[in-house]
């Protein structure tokens, strides 16, 4: 289960960086339909935000399960190994409740967005679910990232793997 939940994070990362790409592409769209005349694309600017905010929301469940997110250690590293471990615990019980509801209310609001067929106000007017879809899907990623680290730790095993020096895998 492990394995396949984390070709799932990878996958959702690799997605993000096609994003990357759309976000890319969408400006360069963007300029030049300010440059050459009778190349327009309504909405390339709104559709360069969706696509950087799919990226940002797809990327944080790969970025969690690789360890670098930016973690304040200071404290953590100079506890004993017990409460070490109980504090990691005690913190990934608060993330995983925290993603949890930020993905609860990523999926109701696009929901909502598609109940109320609520569209963009720009001129493209793209059904604002669609790119909602990207901050639900990232959310859910992410909640379940950190479930599966928490279950990690609870079964008393370690997040990351260290690298060759001994140093954690993971920026602090």
């Given amino acids: 289960m492990r ?3 984390d070709r799932l994070f990878a996958a959702a990362g690799y997605l993000a960086g096609l994003f990357l790409i759309g976000t890319l592409l ?8 300010r ?9 390339a600017d709104a559709y360069a ?9 797809l990327a944080l469940a790969p970025t969690l399960r690789r360890g670098e997110h930016i973690r304040v250690t200071l404290l953590l590293n100079h506890l ?3 409460a070490h471990r109980w504090l990691d615990v ?15 209310y ?7 967005s598609h109940e109320f067929v609520d569209i963009s106000t720009g001129l493209d007017a793209t059904p604002l679910w669609i790119p ?15 479930l599966m680290d928490l279950i990690l730790l609870l079964s008393g095993k370690t997040l990351r793997e260290a690298s060759p020096d001994g140093e954690p895998a993971h920026i602090e």
């Fill in 3 to 5: 394995t396949l939940l």
């Fill in 26 to 33: 969408a400006v360069l769209a963007s300029i030049f339909g």
């Fill in 35 to 43: 440059v050459i005349p009778g190349f327009d694309l309504p909405g």
């Fill in 49 to 57: 935000g969706y696509c950087t905010a799919t990226a940002a929301f």
């Fill in 80 to 82: 004993p190994a017990t």
């Fill in 90 to 104: 005690f913190c990934h019980c608060i993330a995983v409740f925290m993603a949890g509801a930020l993905a609860w």
């Fill in 106 to 112: 990523s999926i109701r609001l696009v929901m909502q």
């Fill in 132 to 146: 909602q879809l990207g901050m639900a899907i990232g959310t859910s990623l992410f909640t379940l990232a950190f």
